[in-house]
Nanobody, 116 residues
Framework: EVQLVESGGGLVQPGGSLRLSCTVSGFLFSNSAMSWVRQAPGKGLEWVSGIDINGPTEKYADSVRDRFTISRDNAKNTVHLQMKSLKPNDTAVYYC?????????WGQGTQVTVSS
């Protein structure tokens, strides 16, 4: 059974930081590119960041570049999203997904709320 389980979301003040994690099982993580995708209230899905198999190739949406960092730990089957300088418009449900698009599997999402 394929599982992608996100964690690390929560309520944070503007300018704060959070670190999201996504631990996967049921497929070969080390051979899989991974992405983070978010959905803000009342809006569509927005790709946030992706990381290729070997890690060095990372990509970011313009809206998060220089504030978010994606990384992976193949030994722990986990992909992370370090988020800093968070803004209210970063508020969304964040999903991890297998692939760089289209996405083969999705997690259940973790809520990130940026508010004072």
């Amino acid at each position: 059974e394929v599982q992608l389980v996100e964690s690390g979301g929560g309520l944070v003040q503007p300018g704060g930081s959070l670190r999201l994690s996504c631990t996967v099982s049921g497929f070969l993580f080390s051979n899989s590119a991974m992405s983070w995708v978010r959905q803000a209230p009342g809006k569509g899905l927005e790709w946030v960041s992706g990381i290729d198999i070997n890690g060095p190739t990372e990509k970011y949406a313009d809206s998060v570049r220089d504030r978010f960092t994606i990384s992976r730990d193949n030994a722990k089957n986990t992909v992370h999203l370090q988020m800093k300088s968070l803004k209210p418009n970063d508020t969304a449900v964040y999903y991890c997904a297998k692939g760089l698009g289209p996405y083969e599997y999705w997690g259940q999402g973790t809520q990130v709320t940026v508010s004072s």
